[in-house]
């Protein structure tokens, strides 16, 4: 374990663990490096989420450089628990920063392709909200979603969101904005 790892506690649920990484390990996977990362964890690391997670880390960092107070609301693995041996990253969840003035945070999640349609996303995001909610006080989550996402459309619809408007994203384009108050 780095000197900077966070001492925050990893959010977890029924089946999965959602480790907050420090920022040794955000450079490491963002330089390309994830086997440090997958032994600091115990986990494996498939290739895909390594180069999935890849663009993401790099951003995270950044951040966390220019932000720390945002640390425990950044770039966390979904790790998938395993009954014959080391958990296995399936996808990622982060919030976009801490909490804003009007205690809300914006929450984004990516699974694997094969790790969907088994629950794994709204499992974490439920688990996510939780810890938001219960440890840090959060009462407005946001999540924006592709029009044509229909699982995410239907994520959000599950767990309550409400759509409260639409952006344009330049990465992604037009985006639905969804809302959940708690």
């Given at each position: ?34 086997a ?7 986990a ?5 989420w390594l ?8 951003v995270r960092a ?15 693995p ?9 958990p296995?990253a ?5 919030f ?8 809300m945070?914006?929450v ?11 629950g794994?996303?709204?499992?974490a995001?439920?688990?996510?909200i ?12 946001r999540a ?6 229909e ?5 959000v ?12 994203d330049?990465e ?6 969804f809302?959940?108050e708690r």
């Amino acid at each position: 374990m780095q000197a900077d790892e966070p001492t925050d506690e990893t959010i977890r649920s029924e089946r999965l663990a959602l480790p907050l990484l420090s920022l040794y390990q955000l450079d490491s996977l963002a330089a390309g490096e994830g086997a440090s990362v997958g032994g600091d964890l115990h986990a494996i690391l498939p290739v895909p989420w390594l180069d999935e997670v890849r663009w993401i880390a790099g951003v995270r960092a950044q951040q966390l450089r220019l932000r720390p107070a945002d640390a425990p609301w950044l770039l966390r693995p979904i790790l998938l628990h395993a009954t014959d041996g080391a958990p296995r990253a399936v996808g990622y969840l982060n919030f976009h920063a801490g909490p804003d003035d009007e205690g809300m945070v914006e929450v984004g999640y990516t699974l694997l392709p094969e790790a969907r349609g088994h629950g794994y996303a709204i499992e974490a995001v439920r688990a996510a909200i939780d810890w938001a909610t219960s440890v840090h006080g959060v009462h407005r989550i946001r999540a924006s979603v592709a029009p044509d996402n229909e699982r995410s459309l239907n994520l959000v619809t599950k767990l309550g969101f409400r759509q409260t408007g639409e952006q344009w994203d330049k990465e992604d384009g037009l985006e639905l904005v969804f809302e959940l108050e708690r």
